[in-house]
Structure formats: C-alpha cells, structure tokens
C-alpha cells in the first residue's frame, strides 16, 4: 500500500503537544492559584506531624487528622464532577521486623479517583507523610512543608481544577503515607494496580516542587524544574511532560534528568517503576538540605526546618500547571501505538517502520512518526501519516524513530521507540 505523507516539518512549534494549544487545558493551567497551594500547605503543616507512627486519633495532631483532612477536602469537590469524582481511604498494615519502620502500623493511603471514558489511566502520586532527621521520632514538629506539602498541595490542585472537566483517561490522584519509612505507601498502591489489572498509561511523581534555593552554593532557580526518568518508556514520559510544559507554563523549563532518582535517595515513583509501569519523578531543580527532614531551630543565625516560609509558592503553581498539562494532554489522547518495528535487515537509506495500531479505534486520526538525531535529547522531527507502515527518506544509521498516536483534536500519546 502506497504510504501517505500529509506533511513533514522542521518545526520550531511544539512537537508532542501539537501546534495548537488547547484551549481547555490553557484555562485550567491558568486557574492554579498561589493563595490555594498556600492554604493547603499551611493546613498540612499545622498538624505537627505527619510522621507515620504519630497518632491516628486525635482529632488535630498527626498523620491521621491528616489523612482524614485530605479525604473530606476531596469529597468537598465531588459535587463539581457530575458523579465522577470518587475518593476513599486504602488502609494497609506494614513496620515491625525488616521494615524501617520501628514497629507494626496501620496506613492510610487516601485515593481520589476521577473516571474517565475511556480504559486507560493515568496516576498522580504525592506522599503525605514527614519526619525529622531522627527517623524514629514521631513527635517533634516536623512540618513537611516543601516534603511534601507542595506535592500534596499540587495533587488537591489539581483535583479542584479538573473535577468539572470530562476527559478519556482515568486520572487516579494517590496521597501516600509511608514514603520516609521505605516507600511502603507506595509498594502498596503498586501490588493493588497489578492485582486489579489497571491499565496505566503514566505515573508521575509529585516530591519537594517549591524550593528554589540550593542550600550551601546560594544558587537561586525558579523557572527550572527536574524530571527524573529511567531510560525506556519512562523516559519518554518525561520528554512528553516537557513538551507539554513548553506548550503551556510560562518561565517555566524542564531539566530531563537521566537517571530514575538521586543519589542515595528514593521516590514513590520507584516501586511502579519496578512493578512495570512508566514512571517519573517531579521535583524541584535545587534542594535546600537545612530545610529538609530538620528539626525546626535556629543555629548561627540559621533556620532549620521544613517550614513554609522555604516554599515559593509561585514555583509550586508552575509545577502544578506543568502536572495538569501532562494529564490533561495524555488524557484526551489515543493510546500509543505498540509493537514499533524498524525493518533492519535491508541496506538501504530509507527506514521502514511497522506499529500496530492503537487501541479505541474511534479515537485515532493519524499518527506521527518522531525522530531525533542519536546524540539529541528531544525528538526533532515529525511526520504524519494515517497508515500504520512507513517508508520514510532518513538513514536508520542516523537516527532515533518512534511513533505516537494523534486524536482528532490533536492531542498526542506517548511515543513508542522503535526498535
Ligand atoms: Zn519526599
């Protein structure tokens, strides 16, 4: 069959998002609100603690009063979704013997569910959870402002915003208490998607998104914030967020950062990661390690702790708008083409390339073929078709190749590498 190229460009607009923006996603990444984020952190921090062994009772103090708060904000806007909001409280015994946790405790994961039309679904993670450097004391305030106060107040956010907007995905919003005890939250909601057979497209990470000062070196970035990737289908998650970020948050550049997480340190993202899933990390460009895990004091003139006044919230409002574009984009989306293969046994300078198409026929106008010379960060080129084979004029030797669905209004899946 002869193959249809409609156009090929050398774009200088946005690849993955599409030319045009959609409006509906430029309305919702505009009402992020600095005052909302600033009222959710200060409510987070005023219960002490979060630490995963401080109390589950009362009524004020601890990770409970916490849990239960996140649980009631969410119902609180269940009524702006016409039925498709949800929300409910996972509850998991974990600690004792193996675990760094110092003994047995019941967990609360709290998980707000927004339904879609479609089967796929897309998750958001934010741990709730805090501690202080002595990872075994669970009654010193430890505020957890920016650790992660930002990444919760990102993910309510984010709810408020998209609870009145109907989309194709499933977008699962997970608040996750046992993150400073070994990702145990986390571990939880990972065995749960694969027991219930999710069928998840993307996880993205929300942890520490509103610090902007690098601690010792003085070095000050607010327009710049990191997405850690493993190498894979993980990895082009985090070049779709970045296109998306590029489409439609202002000031705002991701940094793709090559590696799953940083030295020494782990993410919730990690245990979806290795349970199979695609899966990224969100988080701020510099850390400031006085106001991380540290009791709340002041020494030589220097304050410790992981208070709000360490927060920019306008930097959490830009890493909000950078989730919301993701999700927003990947859940009007077709799912992406799988089974991308290039045809390496001819000589030749053309490529051939063969997907299967993707699934939700109804959905999918064309797809594009991407390309990025080998040693490029970001795909370069893009070539549209309707088929599913291609026979295009560029060396395999040259070249990465993948493929990603487009939707009749132009939002795009993630990419499938060729191989
Ligand atoms: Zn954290």
Redesign the pocket.
């Known amino acids: 069959m002869k193959n249809i190229i409609f156009f090929i460009w050398f774009f200088i607009s946005p690849l993955i998002a599409g030319a045009q923006p959609d409006r509906e996603i430029m309305r919702c990444v505009s009402e992020v609100s600095q005052d909302s984020i600033s009222s959710y952190i200060a409510t987070l921090t005023g219960f002490h603690t979060r630490h995963n062994l401080s109390s589950l009772t009362d009524p004020d103090k601890g990770i409970g009063a916490a849990s239960r708060w996140l649980y009631q904000k969410v119902a609180g806007w269940i009524p702006l979704s016409g039925g498709r909001l949800s929300v409910e409280n996972i509850q998991y015994t974990t600690g004792g013997s193996g675990t760094r946790l110092d003994r047995k405790a019941e967990l609360t994961n709290v998980m707000a569910v927004l339904k879609g039309t479609g089967s796929q679904e897309i998750l958001l993670l934010a741990?709730y959870d805090s501690r202080v450097d002595d990872n075994s004391d669970s009654t010193s305030f430890a505020p957890g402002a920016n650790?992660?106060g930002s990444g919760v107040a990102c993910l309510l956010e984010s709810i408020r915003i998209m609870a009145g907007i109907p989309l194709q995905a499933t977008v699962r919003f997970l608040f996750l208490s046992g993150?400073?005890h070994g990702l145990l939250g986390a571990a939880c909601m990972a065995d749960m998607a694969r027991s219930q057979g999710w069928n998840v497209t993307a996880v993205i990470n929300f942890?520490?998104i509103g610090n902007t000062l690098a601690g010792e070196t003085g070095h000050r970035d607010n327009t710049t914030t990191r997405v850690f990737s493993a190498e894979g289908p993980s990895r082009e998650l985090a070049r779709y967020i970045a296109e998306t970020a590029t489409t439609y948050v202002d000031n705002m550049n991701v940094a793709l950062i090559y590696r799953n997480d940083r030295y020494g340190r782990g993410?919730d993202h990690t245990p979806f990661l290795n349970a199979g899933y695609t899966a990224v990390r969100i988080c701020e460009f510099h850390e400031n390690y006085d106001r991380t895990h540290q009791l709340v004091r002041e020494e030589n003139n220097t304050l410790f702790g992981d208070l709000p006044s360490g927060v920019d919230n306008e930097y959490v409002r830009k890493n909000t708008g950078i989730g919301i574009a993701a999700v927003m984009s990947l859940a009007k989306a077709p799912a992406a083409p799988v089974n991308v293969q290039m045809n390496t046994r001819v000589l030749s300078n053309y490529t051939e390339l063969e997907w299967e198409p993707s699934s939700g026929p109804g959905l999918v106008k064309g797809y594009y073929v991407v390309i990025r010379e080998t040693d490029q960060s970001r795909w370069q080129k893009k070539i549209y078709t309707e088929e599913t084979r291609i026979r295009i004029p560029y060396s395999k030797d040259n070249y990465f190749f993948g493929i990603c669905a487009v939707g009749h209004e132009g939002h795009q899946s993630l990419v499938s590498v060729a191989d």
Do not use: A, I, V
């Open positions: 741990h650790d992660n993150e400073e942890d520490m993410g």
